[in-house]
């Protein structure tokens, strides 16, 4: 058995595990403390330790750049073609697809794998990458979330100082972005991960070691599926998943890369799971708006999407990195972009028949309100 089937299968028995013992974490609360637990204390030493032990050259903010540049393409994507007739949904479903899909969660579902198979080369530029990413989630997807509020709620008088200042809080409070600010401000003073104190380096060792068995129980526990819900998003996650290696193959032919891993990583992080930020977005408009008849997002949908992605992001990731070297090549890239779009059209074709309980569950809500 090869080096990568073994790796695989044992990662794939942790999240085994995590979905076994998902009866013994049911509450809500108790799943957000495990992710709290990830996102504040175990990816941010990961992250941290990663970027420190970089060679920093001013030409690697080309990666944030292109991270953000896919980003803003799928949006554009998504937002501008004529998908919805495609699809017949609800205006609120499709603006809440317009803020999922295009958003990427590298820490819970791609940075695990990366530092496994890739060591912590790979997993720095990907962590550079994902600031490129967190200017789209955290900024983009706000301005983009509070447009869309306004022009539903066209009375509503929008008091810009309140959003700049929630803005900052949210950028702020997020320990991964202080880890990133600070690893960078110590790169750029001529600083490494061996200016601290060996006790020091000690504890940030043993938190960053948590974060994959973390991730991995993690996403076990939060798998909670129904099967006529997944049929539906999944033909959306399949469009995702084609779009980003069609982007990932483009990118290849423009910057041809030698470095295996360096190629892996290209294909791999744009696989990586929707990000629950924008959902925090939605959420504050839910909030504003909680006694409007008619919703600017779905949230419930929102969450089903996050639920679907998690899993098949990882499977994708998992299988990338399985393959060996097979994604190496950029036509084999190309076909995995052309199987999935069409696995997309063949699941909205089959599933159509499903759309109609989305559309009843709105009028419904609607006739209630």
């Not at 995590?18 to 996102?39: A, W």
């Not at 061996?194 to 948590?210: G, H, K, N, Y």
């Amino acid at each position: 058995m090869s080096t990568a089937t073994t790796k695989t299968i044992s990662l794939l028995l942790l999240i085994l595990i995590g979905y076994l013992f998902r009866n013994k974490i049911r509450s809500k609360d108790q799943r957000d403390g495990i992710r709290t637990l990830i996102l504040s204390l175990a990816l941010p030493a990961t992250i941290f330790i990663a970027l420190l032990q970089i060679d920093f050259k001013s030409d690697l903010v080309v990666i944030p750049i292109l991270s953000l540049g896919f980003n803003i393409i799928m949006h554009l994507l998504i937002d501008k073609l004529p998908l919805r007739p495609v699809f017949n949904i609800p205006v609120n479903q499709y603006r809440t697809l317009i803020m999922l899909i295009p958003s990427l969660a590298p820490g819970l579902s791609c940075f695990p794998f990366i530092m496994e198979y890739s060591g912590q080369g790979p997993l720095a530029m990907a962590a550079l990458a994902d600031v490129g990413n967190k200017i789209f989630v955290l900024i983009i997807s706000y301005t983009i979330a509070m447009k869309w509020y306004y022009e539903n709620n066209k009375h509503h008088t929008a008091n810009g100082r309140s959003k700049i200042k929630d803005l900052l809080l949210s950028l702020v409070n997020e320990p991964v972005n202080i880890v990133i600010v600070t690893a960078l401000t110590m790169l750029g003073l001529g600083l490494g991960y061996d200016a601290f104190p060996e006790f020091i380096r000690l504890s940030i060792d043993r938190l960053s070691v948590m974060m994959t068995p973390l991730v991995l129980l993690f996403i076990g526990m939060s798998m909670r599926l129904t099967w006529e819900q997944v049929r539906t998003i999944f033909s959306f996650l399949f469009f995702r998943s084609g779009v980003a290696y069609l982007i990932s193959g483009i990118l290849l032919l423009l910057f041809p890369v030698n470095d295996i891993p360096t190629i892996l990583l290209i294909v791999v992080f744009p696989q990586s799971a929707c990000s629950f930020w924008p959902c925090a977005h939605m959420a504050a408009v839910s909030r504003l708006e909680a006694n409007n008849a008619v919703k600017t997002f779905d949230q419930d949908f929102a969450m089903n999407i996050l639920a679907c992605s998690m899993p098949f992001s990882v499977i994708q990731i998992l299988s990338i990195y399985a393959s060996g070297d097979f994604f190496a090549g950029t036509t084999n890239v190309f076909i995995c972009a052309g199987v999935l779009l069409t696995l997309a059209v063949v699941i909205t074709v089959v599933s159509t028949r499903l759309t109609p309980v989305y559309q009843e569950e709105t009028r419904e809500n609607a006739t209630a309100s």
